[in-house]
């Protein structure tokens, strides 16, 4: 009798014990393999990837703006008013017959499709304004940064001044002085977390430019009225957002179908 209980204890023993070292060699797998996802997607293994894409359909739609109009901010301008002028004016929001201006489009979460180009992006600065106002900065996977090229046309000291924004705080990413003419700079943007970057002039407060990274070739900045089409979508289900740096963003999820025409508007409204 005593020895069959002990049997049965030494039974139920090794039954945990190797439920136990089931358990944790289950445990030691999920961190390796986890372990190897975070370091090919550190690498740019797990980047954005180009396919041939067949009978892929469009996205394309308008942004709109309803309502009061924000006023363009006042500036006086304390250096440079020879060149500069006196005073300006910022529209921070720009509307045009209805049409919102300066949106960007974007597609979340697509991780393989059609061709992605990375070019630089480029601004000019000259009579002292950024341009272009709203811009889009490619970043094809966790080693590949955006790069900013930046000319300075006018005959005074321009001073970009780079931030990654997240949430309501932001990070200096570089600030590098343009002191004169023909100055130009090309440089990493190496945002961490944030998908917006700001970029301003330390030299003059009223000029003003926003970047929008985007991490596939699936995007569009509005047009002047308003309307954008995003092109050589694989079927399938996505989330649209439309982007705009001082009203925010508003999402959509569509449907594509096979060589279809999917719509998807937006209508940001006066604060």
């Known amino acids: ?9 030494l039974d139920g023993f090794v039954e945990l014990f190797s439920s136990l070292r089931l358990a944790i060699l289950l445990m030691i797998t999920l961190v390796i393999l986890a372990t190897l996802v975070i370091g090919l997607w550190a690498s740019g293994a797990l980047a954005y990837q180009e396919i041939l894409v067949r009978d892929g359909g469009t996205i394309a ?3 709109s703006f309803n309502g009061k109009i924000p006023e363009p901010q006042h500036f006086l301008v304390q250096k440079n008013p020879d060149v500069c002028g006196k005073e300006r004016d910022f529209a921070f929001v720009r509307v045009s017959n209805g049409a919102l201006q300066n949106v960007v489009v974007v597609l979340q979460g697509v991780e393989r499709g059609k061709p992605f180009a990375a070019p630089p992006t480029q601004f000019e600065w000259k009579d002292c304004v950024s341009l272009p106002y709203v811009a889009t900065a490619p970043k094809k996977s966790a080693e590949e940064w955006p790069v900013f090229k930046i000319e300075n046309k006018d005959t005074v000291v321009h001073n970009p001044h780079t931030f990654e924004l997240l949430g309501a705080g932001r990070r200096t990413l570089w600030n590098i002085a343009l002191p004169e003419q023909g100055s130009k700079l090309e440089k990493e943007v190496r945002v961490r977390k944030g998908n917006v970057i700001k970029l301003e002039c330390d030299q003059h407060d009223f000029m003003h430019s926003w ?18 089409e995003i092109g050589d979508v694989s079927p399938g289900t996505y989330k649209v957002v439309a982007w705009h740096p001082i009203l925010g963003e508003q999402t959509q999820e569509v449907n594509v179908g096979v060589r279809g025409r999917t719509k998807a508007d937006f209508t940001f409204t006066g604060k």
């Open 1 to 9: 009798m005593r020895s069959s209980i002990v049997q049965q204890f």
């Open 61 to 63: 739609g308008k942004v």
């Open 211 to 228: 970047i929008r990274v985007v991490e596939n070739p699936y995007f569009a900045i509005v047009a002047g009225d308003g309307h954008f």
